[in-house]
């Protein structure tokens, strides 16, 4: 059974400290999806890892991958608060048909 | 953004009703995909469709079942609904061909099951 594991998955920071969080699965995978989901919305693309040590990265955020550790980090530097919500990774494990399984996500705050 | 819409978008009813929650979009994706959002547990695949008429299970489709006669639309059904239903229902779309196959969300339906 596929796992996809995050952590922290709750992840308190002060405005301007750098932190990371992590996503780990179980099986091989093509591609690894970041989202990010504020509170009582739907879920916003941030970033989309297709190959072994891909690294992107978009204002604050940069996400990287590592597909023989089978980890995926999501970096932010010098937080905002902004940036405070809930941020999930998904690992495609449906083959061609992109079937997602999601880690549970990681809460974060920011506070000023 | 993606041109996705879900019907409805909060609902309340009773255990043991039939329920249909739809799925509309603009965009002429291929994959369209449903997935229920309960606490502690993130994001789960209840069914997919690969195209029209093509729908296959996820990892959580007990209970549930679905249709898609045209492109656009991806119904799920609740035949029955139990409380254990009770959760936020996102619908997802994703490009026909070529990387990096994106999923986009719709705006979710909150279903309370009583």
């Known amino acids: 059974e596929l796992k996809v594991e995050q952590n922290p998955l709750f992840l308190s920071m002060q405005e301007g400290k750098n932190y990371t969080i992590y996503c780990n699965y179980s099986?091989?995978?093509?591609?690894l999806y970041w989202y990010r989901q504020d509170p009582g919305k739907s879920l916003e693309s941030l970033f989309v890892?297709?190959?072994?040590?891909a690294v992107k990265q978009e204002g604050r955020l940069m996400a990287s991958l590592d597909t023989k550790a089978r980890l995926s980090t999501l970096h932010i530097t010098a937080a905002v608060h902004d940036l405070s919500a809930t941020y999930f990774c998904?690992?495609?494990?449906?083959?061609?048909?992109?079937?997602?399984?999601f880690g549970k996500g990681t809460l974060l705050t920011v506070n000023p | 953004d993606a041109g996705i819409t879900q019907s409805p978008r909060h609902k309340v009813t009773e255990t043991g009703t039939p329920v249909t929650l739809r799925c509309h979009q603009t965009?002429?994706?291929?994959?369209m995909y449903w997935y229920r959002q309960d606490p502690g547990h993130g994001l789960r695949l209840i069914h997919y469709s690969y195209g029209v008429k093509d729908t296959d299970k996820g990892e959580v489709s007990d209970g549930y079942s679905v249709s898609r006669s045209k492109t656009e639309d991806f119904l799920l059904t609740l035949e029955s609904a139990t409380s254990s239903q009770t959760s936020v229902y996102f619908c997802?779309?994703?490009?026909?061909?070529?990387?990096?196959?994106?999923?986009?969300f719709g705006p979710g339906t909150r279903l309370t099951v009583t």
């Open positions: 890892l297709l190959s072994n040590g």
């Open positions: 965009e002429n994706h291929r994959y």
């Open positions: 997802a779309i994703s490009e026909s061909s070529g990387a990096p196959h994106e999923q986009y």
């Open positions: 998904a690992v495609n494990t449906g083959g061609s048909n992109y079937k997602l399984t």
């Open positions: 099986t091989t995978s093509d591609r």
